[in-house]
């Protein structure tokens, strides 16, 4: 949280997302589940996790389709409050930064740039 005030305050950030991938991404949803209005967006790239505290802020789960997490992404996803969460599966079973380097990777980093744009029109 106080890097979130220090982006912020020091330089003028309109919006600031947690991103984590694998078990980095249990800490991204610990962070938002104690704070959930301080985060703009969080991303999870093939992880899992409880999404009820986790605020109305946009969601993006990221899995790949034979990684073995695909359904329980999609559910978390729907269960996750909020209105614009967006599971994201990729065929193949490259795992969380490895998806980048699938042939969809392009669609992958389009996608999370779209939706950091989109938070700060």
């Known amino acids: 949280m106080a890097t979130n005030s220090y982006l912020h305050e020091k330089y003028g950030v309109k919006a600031v997302a947690l ?6 991404g249990s800490t ?3 962070a938002m589940a104690r704070s959930p209005r301080k985060w703009d967006q969080l991303i999870l790239l093939s992880s899992t ?3 009820s505290g986790l605020g109305p802020a946009p969601k993006l ?9 695909a359904d329980a992404v ?7 409050q909020g209105k614009q969460n ?3 599966i990729f065929k193949g079973s490259a795992h969380a930064q490895a998806i980048f380097r699938v042939p969809e990777g392009l ?3 389009s996608a999370i740039l779209q939706r950091l744009i989109n938070r700060v029109k």
Do not use: N, P
Request: aromatic share 2%; net charge negative; proline share 0%.
């Open 19 to 24: 991103i984590g991938a694998s078990a980095g």
């Open 28 to 30: 991204a949803i610990t």
């Open 49 to 51: 996790g409880d999404v």
């Open 61 to 69: 789960f990221v899995a790949s389709e034979d990684e073995g997490i």
């Open 74 to 80: 999609r559910r978390m996803a729907k269960e996750a």
């Open 86 to 88: 967006e599971a994201l």
């Open 107 to 109: 669609r992958l980093t």
